[in-house]
Structures are given as C-alpha cells and as structure tokens.
C-alpha cells in the first residue's frame, strides 16, 4: 500500500505538470496574437470587468479548484485508511491476547508443516520459546520418532469430509517427555478459497488418561496382590477361548482353595493372612510359563488358565505337579511356620465345557470334591460330580423345607444288645 506523504508527492508532481504545461500554452498564445491586438488589450485592460477576468482565468481556477479537491480527496481517505488501520490493529491485538492467555496449545503450520504460530501456553507446556520453533518442522522439533508417521495424517492440510479434525498425538517436551494432547485441527484458508496451512489447538489430557488407565487397571486388578480379579481373569478367558478354538488346541482351568485358611485370620489375624496370600501370590507367579495366568477370585480361592494343552495323559500330571510343588516348602510369615494345604479343581476345554462361565464353575465343582481328601490334593471334574452336588442341594433344600413345614417326627428305635441303646431318630 503507497503511503500518505508519496501519494501526496505524486500529486503534486502531477499539479507542478500541469501548470507548467498551462502557463507554457497560455505564453505561446499570447506571442501569437498581433501587436494591435495587443495594445488594445492593454488599453482596455483598465476596463476590464469581472467577468471578462474570470474569462480570462478559467482555466486556472478550474485546475486550482481540481486542486483543493483532490488534497480534500487525498486528507479524508488518509484519515479513513487510518482508522482501518487501527481497526485492524486493535482486533490483531484483541485476537493475539485471547491466543496468548487461552488454557490450550495453539499454534499455526504452513502447508509443509513448519510453524508459524506458537502461543505463551504451548511455550510453558513445552519448554520451548517461539523463537526456537518458528519456521521449523514441527515432525522435527515436537513429535516423537516413532510418532512421525502419524503426526503427518493429524496435521494434513488436506482434509476430506471433516470440517475439523480431532485425535490424539504425543508431543516431545523440551525435557524429552511426552504429553498426551487432544488436537483439533481446521483449515487455513486465503482469499483465493485456496489453503494456506492449519490451526492446531490442543489440549493436555495427559494426567486424565493416566487416572482413567489407573482406575481400569483397578476394575480388573486385585487391590492385595496385584493379580487380574475375577473380570480380568474372564476377559482373558474369553480370549484365549478364542484362541484354542482357533488353533484347535486344549486349555485347561484350575481353581485354587487353601484348607483352614479361615482359621488362620482368626487366631493370628488378617494382617497375616495378607502377608500368607503374597507370598503364594509370588510362588504362584513363579510357576507360570508363556500365557498361564493366574488370578484371585476373592478371600483365600485363585484362579488360574493353562493354554496349549496337547493331551491329557502327558500335561496332567506336570500341571498338578507345579500346582501342588508350592505347598512342599512352610510359609514363614513374623517368625510364625505355616505349613499349608490346598485343594484344587481343574476343567478343560473343550472336554467338560465351551463356556467360560461354566468351566470355572465346574473347576469350582471339582475343587470341593478335592477337599474331602486330606493334605494338598486335586480333582479333575466330571459329568459325576455335579450329579453328586445336586443331590447334595436337593436333600439340603428338603431339609431345610421340612424344618420350616415342620414336616419331621421324632421317634426312638431300641437296639438290643448287651446295653439297651435307644438312638433317637428324626423323620
């Protein structure tokens, strides 16, 4: 844009022009006229009224009035440009403050992904100042390595569909940590409809990922030993359900009940019975080969998945011998010796059942079926056992019905021998 003082030059370059060529044409025409003519110009030029004056300098009244007009032309529009220009001004200042105090990454890329913009805020979350960013590449200073492919797809100028483009990205902080940011990204359009780079806002969601991935981790981990609980262990069963029936292949499930261990929290407290639960926790973890797995279903009973079974007769035995290997040595917790015992059932699949939920409960099943038998031992469920625990709960519930109905008589039955007995009988 040409400024005030040269648009003012060039139009009084044009006005000195114009006046020189006017006195210069008005000379030339006076030489021209006859030497009579010129006297009685000069004889009358005592009479001479205003009007003929006016006459006369037409010409140069017309050119001093274009004059005083075009200065008035040349004031006024210096004045409006001038306003304009404090307009603008004051909405660049306006819209560099908002930039400058927001709460959010904001910066500008040209089309080759160099910065041209970078607020305070990204200054503070990133360690770098302005002048150590602007006109580089972002993908050289700002995004991790392994990230750069990404970064590119993110901070595309050319956009599809999307008026506004939102994911998430990593930075590299001057410091060489990463930081979680929410983007959102527009176009940067000029007059020309045509695009110039893009709008970067982001937003530090760092610390919330953290506390959202924390109470995951805590929605399917055991608070006590840090196991999956019983929602993890499902999940994983599921999967690696997936897997077998996939590969075609076996995996068996056991569940893990300590003898008496409520005993144990009675006399010496749960403070013990904590410490006793890590330690089989840790010698737990130590049998565990590729993707076994092992979790705590509550209180004293874990869980456990042992995929890649091939055959029975050859895995069995290894399986129950890692199992019950722990409980051989004592479990020294505060000078006091535990010398512990456990029951253990196991399932497989796909022999005893395709459900996750039906092959825990089975090895549920087969696991009080286990306890019956002193020290620690196994079972291995069958189709019997439930046959066996239904009749147990159906007696169990009719007793418990009969009670209610007071349904039972008593009745004495004598037994003769040396010494009369009279056990007493309810029916």
């Known amino acids: 844009m040409i400024s005030f003082k040269k648009r003012l030059f060039i139009i009084a370059t044009i006005i ?31 009479n001479t009224s205003p009007l003929s004056f006016l006459n006369e300098y037409k010409n140069l009244i017309v050119f001093i009035i274009i004059l005083i007009l075009l200065v008035l032309f040349l004031i006024i529009n210096n004045i409006r440009i001038n306003n304009v220009k404090n307009k603008l001004y004051k909405e660049k200042e306006f819209k560099e403050n908002i930039i400058n105090t927001a709460n959010t990454l904001i910066f500008t ?17 990133t360690g770098f100042k302005a002048e150590d960013v602007l006109n580089k590449s ?12 990404k970064a590119k797809e993110v901070f595309n100028p050319i956009f599809t569909e999307e008026k506004i483009r939102n994911r998430e990205l990593s930075i590299l902080c001057k410091d060489n940590k990463q930081k979680l940011i929410s983007w959102s990204i527009s176009q940067i359009v000029n007059f020309n409809q045509e695009v110039d780079g893009i709008l970067a806002i982001g937003i530090d969601i ?37 897997i077998a029936k996939h ?17 144990i929290n009675d006399i010496h407290g749960h403070q013990t019975g904590d410490l006793i639960l890590l330690e089989l926790t840790k010698r737990l973890k130590n049998i565990l080969n590729n993707r076994e ?7 004293d009973d874990f869980i456990g998945i042992l995929p890649q079974i091939q055959n029975h007769k050859h895995d069995i035995p290894e399986i129950t011998q890692r199992l019950t290997k722990i409980f051989d040595k004592p479990f020294i917790i ?47 469920y069958n189709n019997n056992m439930n046959l066996q ?39």
């Open 206 to 242: 760092t610390k919330h990922k953290q506390a959202e991935e924390a109470l995951k981790y805590q929605s399917l981990h055991d608070s006590l030993t840090g196991l999956a609980n019983r929602e993890g262990f499902s999940k994983q069963l599921q999967i690696e359900i997936e």
């Open 293 to 299: 797995m092992i979790a705590r279903m509550g209180g």
């Open 16 to 46: 000195l022009t114009l006046s020189l060529a006017f006195v210069y044409n008005h000379n030339i025409s006076n030489q021209n006229k006859s030497i009579e003519e010129e006297t009685i110009l000069i004889l009358n030029s005592h």
């Open 247 to 263: 590969n075609n292949e076996k995996l068996a499930v056991f569940f893990l009940d300590i003898d008496r261990f409520k005993l």
């Open 389 to 427: 625990v239904n009749k147990k709960l159906y007696m169990e519930q009719n007793l418990r019905r009969a009670i209610q109905n007071k349904e039972l008589r008593v009745y004495y039955q004598p037994i003769v021998r040396r010494v009369l007995h009279l056990p007493l009988l309810e029916r």
């Open 109 to 125: 890329l040209n089309g080759e992904g160099k910065i041209i913009n970078f607020n305070q805020y990204a200054e503070r979350e």
């Open 334 to 380: 505060k000078d006091n010796r535990f010398i512990l015992t456990a029951s253990i059932g196991i399932s497989f699949y796909p022999d005893d059942s395709i459900h996750e939920e039906t092959l825990l409960r089975n090895a549920d099943t087969a696991m009080y079926k286990a306890k019956e038998e002193a020290g620690t031992s196994f079972q291995l």
């Open 138 to 149: 972002i993908y050289e200073i700002l995004i991790p390595s392994n990230l750069i492919k």
